[in-house]
Structure formats: structure tokens, C-alpha cells
């Protein structure tokens, strides 16, 4: 998380949704962090193009780049930016905008909205945890919000009351994607997806909030799902992943 001015405390890290290591609050900056790093940048899937650095920073997660006829679109964020990056993305006709899962991929969601001038939209749910406020930052409320031709935001609740999936329609040549962060968590055995409300402290999410997410998403159609690292990727069937996992985990703690 990146805050206005310096601080003692880290709140999205005091939260019980992540922790402080035993050897206490750590801090860095913006300048130091990119000359301590590199960027990466690959190919995810159709369409689809991974942006992240290297050494890892943070949890390691990477951004999405969604290249749609209508209109490019940013989906969450590395805490890393540089010109090769900003070059990149222009070179591939820029953003339109920048939508963001949940708070612990915040981090410097200012930098990425002014250096292309677009807006980050943030669910009103998490408005709690926006550590840095911004004009471009753009609330947005319901469960809902289209950002570009078949490109939807949809508010599911899980892990925060903010957590957003962002579903693709045009994805993976028409069947569908579902970029989920990890909102719908993305784990090991590919036929199944993870629902938790912390996972560094094994928290499981409630019942109640999974069932309305798998009620949710039963309303769209993906093949792919396409989680918060790099080839934490559902290639097939993750409609029915989902559904399939739901099912297990409301009967496992029931």
C-alpha cells in the first residue's frame, strides 16, 4: 500500500487479512523500488499480456494488459512502473482505464493513473483503505460496472466488500474470461479455485458470501480464468470450476 505521507502504522497491514513480519513495519519508496528492480513483460493469453518485475516485490503479483477492439483496459496493478512499461503499453494504443480487485493491490495506483491519464476504479466498498486519494480515482457502486464493449466489473464480496472480478466476453476468442485476482483464487489443482477471506492467515471466507458469489458469476460464461501471478491460469471449463468449487467448499463447512 502506498499512503499520502509517511507513516508508523500500515492499516492494510495490521488488518487481519495480512500481517506485520516479527521483525517489524518495513518501508521503501517509489524511486528506490524501480532501481532495485527490472520489468517483465510476457504474453498471458489471447489478448492478454502479464506486466510485473522482477526480483518479485511484494507478493509478486502481476497486471493485466486487456487489448480489446473498443478500447484497452488495465486490470489490477504491480506496485512497479517504468518507461519500458509506459512505452509498451502506448505502443499498443494505451489504456482507457485501470480497475483494481481489492486493496492489497492499491500499491501505487496513482502513479500508472497519471502517468496515462485515465481513471483507477475502485469499488466504494474499499474506500476505507485508499491510501493515497486522487482525483482519478473513481468510486463505483452496485454490483456491476462496464468499463468497455463486453469488459465488466462485478462486485463479489469476497476477501473484501469491495472484491471485484472483472469478466471479458470477447476473451479467449469469444468463450469468455474471467480475470479474478485473487477474489476467486486461482490454486494447484486447476480444477478447482480457492475462496478465502486471508490467506497468509488461513481464514476461510464465509459461507454466505461464497454462496452469493457463486450465484453471481453463475449469471456469466468463461473458459479461462486467469488469477493474480504468473500462469495461475484456468485454460478450460472455468465456469464449472467455479461452480464445481463453490459446491465442495460450502459442503465442506457446513
Not at 513480519?21 to 492478454?48: C, M, N, Y
Request: glycine content about 10%; overall charge negative.
Amino acid at each position: 500500500m502506498q499512503y499520502a505521507s509517511p507513516r508508523a502504522d500500515c492499516p492494510i497491514c495490521e488488518d487481519e487479512r495480512q500481517y506485520v513480519p516479527p521483525s517489524g513495519q518495513r518501508w521503501t519508496d517509489f524511486a528506490t523500488l524501480k532501481a532495485e528492480h527490472e520489468p517483465v513483460i510476457r504474453q498471458e493469453g489471447t489478448g492478454l499480456t502479464g506486466i510485473a518485475c522482477t526480483p518479485k516485490f511484494g507478493i509478486g503479483q502481476r497486471a493485466l494488459f486487456v487489448e480489446t477492439a473498443s478500447g484497452n483496459f488495465l486490470w489490477d496493478l504491480t506496485a512497479y512502473l517504468d518507461d519500458t512499461i509506459a512505452e509498451h503499453i502506448t505502443s499498443r494504443g494505451g489504456i482507457t482505464g485501470i480497475a483494481i480487485s481489492h486493496p492489497h493491490y492499491y500499491t501505487t495506483c496513482v502513479e500508472w493513473a497519471r502517468t496515462f491519464d485515465v481513471p483507477v476504479y475502485l469499488h466504494e466498498g474499499d474506500r476505507e483503505w485508499i491510501g493515497r486519494p486522487d482525483e482519478r480515482i473513481e468510486l463505483w457502486s452496485g454490483q456491476t460496472k462496464q468499463v468497455g464493449d463486453g469488459v465488466t466489473l462485478v462486485n463479489l464480496g469476497v476477501h473484501f466488500t469491495g472484491g471485484t472480478v472483472l469478466h471479458w466476453s470477447g476473451g479467449e476468442e469469444g468463450r469468455g474470461a474471467l480475470l479474478s485476482g485473487d477474489i476467486v483464487q486461482v490454486i494447484p489443482d486447476r480444477r478447482h479455485v480457492g475462496f478465502m477471506y486471508s490467506y497468509p492467515n488461513l481464514i476461510p471466507e464465509r459461507p454466505a458470501v461464497v454462496r452469493r458469489a457463486a450465484e453471481i458469476l453463475a449469471g456469466y460464461r468463461f473458459d479461462a480464468i486467469y488469477g493474480a501471478w504468473w500462469d495461475a491460469v484456468v485454460r478450460q471449463d472455468g465456469y464449472d470450476v467455479v461452480q464445481r468449487s463453490a459446491k465442495r467448499y460450502l459442503e465442506f463447512v457446513s
